[in-house]
């Protein structure tokens, strides 16, 4: 599993950050990529990455504001060209449907592949599987906005097959009933439960990303104990009257809700153009003063999250 940044700025594009977007990496989860948001130019991001639109099988968009959703119309089409025929999935807000049907249809562009839309409400679960679950609570910016928590399932326990060695079963398709946590007898009439050689579960991966937004009680809720916590830092601390008027956040206020939640590594997007050099370092440092594991990110940044146990 990994995350890359295909744009991390806030507002318009700049020389040095494109406008929102990142791909949750799952190729050998799922042999599938979902991407997060899709603003102006998201297609051509992919271009100077390693990703495959076809791969592309979910995208979730936070908020409809044009920096978050002005290149799915592009997107769109250039995954059609490129050989992409298998379904996609688009979760947003209520509107999401209608501005891409609208945009497709003005263009006169004919995909090549179904749309399946799920305009969705604060609190609800919108992908629910044997492998993931997705869940959505609006949080507090200029429109309605929302965050998701992506949490994977938990895996079964290893078999431990130095015991089973050990314990005189022999190596055979008596591993396999044994490791589904059946019972089996052996030929001198021995039971064997595998239950008894099976470790303890593996906890899944926990990742949070959340659109535009002020702090507010659901980012805890979001975010809690997540093992990454993808936040928009728009603005510095010095900065956070600005911050507020507009609907933002700081990295500061970033880092205490990481604090807060006990996530494990805290990374940093959707940051305005004017943090340069100094300033940008500044901005950082501020940050993990409160919250150390913090990390400033920047277009095609990667972030791999290890599987447990």
Not at 6 to 16: A, M, N, Q, R, Y
């Amino acid at each position: 599993m990994e995350i890359q940044f295909l744009g991390t700025g806030s507002g318009v594009p700049s020389k040095h950050r494109n406008v929102s977007s990142l791909a949750l990496k799952l190729l050998n989860e799922l042999n599938e990529i979902w991407l997060f948001d899709c603003g102006e130019a998201t297609q051509h991001q992919i271009l100077r990455t390693n990703i495959k639109p076809r791969k592309i099988s979910k995208v979730f968009i936070t908020h409809l504001h044009g920096d978050h959703i002005f290149g799915l119309p592009g997107f769109l089409s250039s995954r059609a060209f490129q050989g992409g025929a298998s379904p996609l999935t688009l979760y947003g807000p209520p509107g999401i449907k209608s501005f891409v049907q609208t945009a497709l249809t003005v263009s006169k562009t004919h995909l090549k592949f179904p749309i399946n839309y799920v305009e969705f409400c604060d609190g609800d679960r919108v992908l629910s599987d044997d492998h993931f679950q997705v869940t959505v609570k609006k949080v507090k910016h200029g429109i309605d906005s929302f965050g998701f928590r992506i949490v994977e399932r938990d895996k079964k326990g290893s078999l431990n097959s130095q015991a089973l060695k050990e314990a005189g079963v022999p190596f055979g398709p008596l591993y396999g009933q044994l490791k589904a946590g059946k019972q089996v007898t052996l030929e001198d009439g021995r039971i064997i439960n595998g239950k008894d050689y099976i470790g303890p579960d593996i906890p899944g991966r926990k990742i949070t990303i959340i659109g535009d937004t002020r702090p507010c009680p659901n980012t805890l809720d979001l975010a809690q104990d997540a093992d990454v916590l993808v936040h928009e830092g728009t603005f510095s601390h010095q900065e956070k009257d600005l911050a507020k008027a507009y609907n933002h956040s700081t990295s500061v206020e970033a880092a205490r809700l990481a604090k807060e939640a006990q996530v494990q590594d805290l990374l940093l997007n959707h940051i305005s153009a004017r943090y340069l050099g100094p300033d940008l370092e500044e901005y950082l440092s501020q940050a993990q003063e409160i919250f150390a594991k913090t990390h400033i990110m920047h277009d095609f940044s990667s972030f791999s999250i290890p599987a447990k146990g």
